[in-house]
């Protein structure tokens, strides 16, 4: 497939490596983005061949998380064939913002956290907010020595991004810290905390994760087909689904009272000016539809 901002390869028999290739916006994800992933990701999970799939990123950072610039991404949206049952992107108010997020960020992250093959995040520079939607869903991450990894949503008002997966990644207490400061977790520190699993030098990062995918695709497909099977399932045993979907609901809670205050999603007073610029401009197209179709 044509895909402007994703790329799909096979470096060696096997394996499936997707690059992130949205250098220029240090890999912000629009809807674009978002459904040319899922698409690869789909695609990879196909291909019979395939047994180990490679998330990786071009450019400076692995990812700025969601773009907060773009425009009309409620029409955007209307380009792609939905994947999940949330389909009223459109309706007007909390209806219309939380079923978007159901299909883009909590839909296509857990959608990629169960594909039937084991899947590897290489993740360097910055890995933000929204961006960690793409690593904590693969099976292991590999980071360079000056990956960072931030959540910066609550000085935004809002109590952490779509697919809260925080404590599960790190435990309660760090879980807090990170949320409660917005300061960033370095590669070391995200190993010893059991979020990472390997950390290698920027210039290594390549090849130590192919090598990493190479011995896993060594083994039968069934067997590691049933071992992410087993994991997962403790993990929701363990109350995880319940858990994110209170944690979903809670911040379209937030989402709603920041419109009914400023009239804008988050919290301004705690965010940097231009990304407040671009959250205004970027809903009140979307907000002008919708008063326009609500008189009619």
């Given at each position: 497939?044509?895909?402007?901002?994703?790329?799909?390869e096979?470096?060696?028999?096997?394996?499936?490596?997707?690059?992130?290739?949205?250098?220029?916006?240090?890999?912000?994800q629009?809807?674009?983005?978002?459904?040319?992933?899922?698409?690869?990701?789909?695609?990879?999970?196909?291909?019979?061949?395939?047994?180990?799939?490679?998330m990786?990123?071009?450019?400076?950072h692995?990812?700025s998380?969601?773009?907060?610039?773009?425009?009309d991404?409620?029409?955007?949206?209307?380009?792609?064939?939905?994947?999940?049952?949330?389909?009223?992107?459109?309706?007007?108010?909390?209806?219309?913002?939380?079923s978007?997020?159901?299909?883009?960020?909590?839909?296509?992250?857990?959608?990629?956290?169960?594909?039937?093959?084991?899947?590897?995040?290489?993740?360097?520079?910055?890995?933000v907010?929204?961006?960690?939607?793409?690593?904590?869903?693969?099976?292991?991450?590999?980071?360079?020595?000056?990956?960072?990894?931030?959540?910066?949503?609550?000085?935004?008002?809002?109590?952490?991004?779509?697919?809260?997966?925080?404590?599960?990644?790190?435990?309660?207490?760090?879980?807090?810290?990170?949320?409660?400061?917005?300061?960033?977790?370095?590669?070391?520190?995200?190993?010893q905390?059991?979020?990472?699993?390997?950390?290698?030098p920027?210039?290594?990062?390549?090849?130590?994760?192919?090598?990493?995918?190479?011995?896993?695709a060594?083994?039968?497909?069934?067997?590691?087909?049933?071992?992410?099977?087993?994991v997962?399932?403790?993990?929701?045993?363990?109350?995880?689904?319940?858990?994110?979907?209170?944690?979903?609901?809670?911040?379209?809670?937030?989402?709603?009272h920041?419109?009914?205050?400023?009239?804008?999603?988050?919290?301004p007073?705690?965010?940097?000016?231009?990304?407040?610029?671009?959250?205004?401009?970027?809903?009140?197209?979307?907000?002008?539809?919708q008063?326009?179709?609500?008189?009619?």
């Amino acid at each position: 497939m044509a895909w402007q901002h994703i790329i799909y390869e096979k470096p060696e028999p096997h394996i499936a490596r997707i690059w992130l290739n949205r250098p220029d916006t240090a890999n912000a994800q629009d809807t674009q983005f978002l459904y040319e992933l899922n698409d690869a990701m789909d695609q990879a999970a196909r291909e019979d061949d395939v047994r180990v799939i490679v998330m990786a990123a071009k450019g400076k950072h692995f990812s700025s998380g969601h773009d907060v610039r773009e425009r009309d991404h409620h029409d955007n949206q209307e380009h792609w064939k939905p994947i999940g049952n949330s389909n009223q992107h459109r309706r007007a108010g909390a209806e219309g913002r939380m079923s978007r997020e159901e299909e883009l960020y909590t839909g296509f992250s857990e959608r990629w956290r169960n594909l039937p093959k084991p899947t590897i995040a290489a993740v360097h520079g910055k890995c933000v907010s929204g961006g960690l939607l793409l690593c904590w869903p693969c099976d292991l991450i590999v980071a360079s020595d000056d990956a960072q990894f931030q959540e910066v949503t609550v000085a935004m008002g809002i109590a952490g991004v779509e697919w809260f997966a925080h404590p599960w990644e790190m435990g309660a207490r760090k879980a807090k810290e990170m949320l409660l400061t917005g300061e960033p977790i370095g590669a070391e520190e995200a190993r010893q905390l059991g979020m990472v699993n390997r950390v290698v030098p920027r210039d290594r990062l390549e090849a130590e994760t192919l090598d990493l995918a190479r011995k896993i695709a060594s083994q039968p497909t069934f067997a590691t087909k049933m071992v992410k099977m087993a994991v997962n399932a403790a993990q929701d045993a363990q109350g995880r689904h319940s858990a994110f979907q209170t944690a979903f609901a809670l911040h379209h809670l937030a989402h709603s009272h920041w419109m009914e205050v400023y009239g804008l999603p988050v919290d301004p007073s705690g965010i940097h000016g231009s990304v407040k610029k671009s959250y205004a401009e970027g809903d009140e197209p979307f907000r002008a539809r919708q008063n326009a179709r609500n008189s009619q």
